[in-house]
Nanobody, 119 residues
Framework: QVQLVESGGGLVQAGGSLRLACAAS????????MGWYRQAPGKQRELVAT???????NYDDSVKDRFTISRGNAKNTMYLQMNNLKPEDTAVYYC?????????????WGQGTQVTVSS
């Protein structure tokens, strides 16, 4: 059973910074990519940023110049550095890993961590 655990969320004032971390444990699998998603109340879950095993990154336009996604020294770790936070960034942030198992993609999700940005 693969488990993903997010940490680093909290309450911060607009303009502040937070760093989210994700660690995966459990069954051994080959990670194709990892990413951060978020879901605000009343809205659908949306992409924040992704990073492939090769280091290619992709960001939503709303965070492109403010957030940085990175992989840790351990293959199954990932971070999201969030700078210049805005109230509209308030959401539950979820870590996702995409693995290749038996020739198919399999997604694993964490339970989420709350990020609240006050105005």
């Amino acid at each position: 059973q693969v488990q993903l655990v997010e940490s680093g969320g909290g309450l911060v004032q607009a303009g502040g910074s937070l760093r989210l971390a994700c660690a995966a444990s459990g069954s051994i699998f080959v990670i194709n990519s990892m990413g951060w998603y978020r879901q605000a109340p009343g809205k659908q879950r949306e992409l924040v940023a992704t990073i492939t095993s090769g280091g290619d990154t992709n960001y939503d336009d709303s965070v492109k110049d403010r957030f940085t996604i990175s992989r840790g020294n351990a293959k199954n770790t990932m971070y999201l550095q969030m700078n210049n936070l805005k109230p509209e960034d308030t959401a539950v942030y979820y870590c996702k890993t995409r693995a290749v198992i038996g020739g198919s993609f399999v997604n694993y999700w964490g339970q989420g961590t709350q990020v609240t940005v006050s105005s």
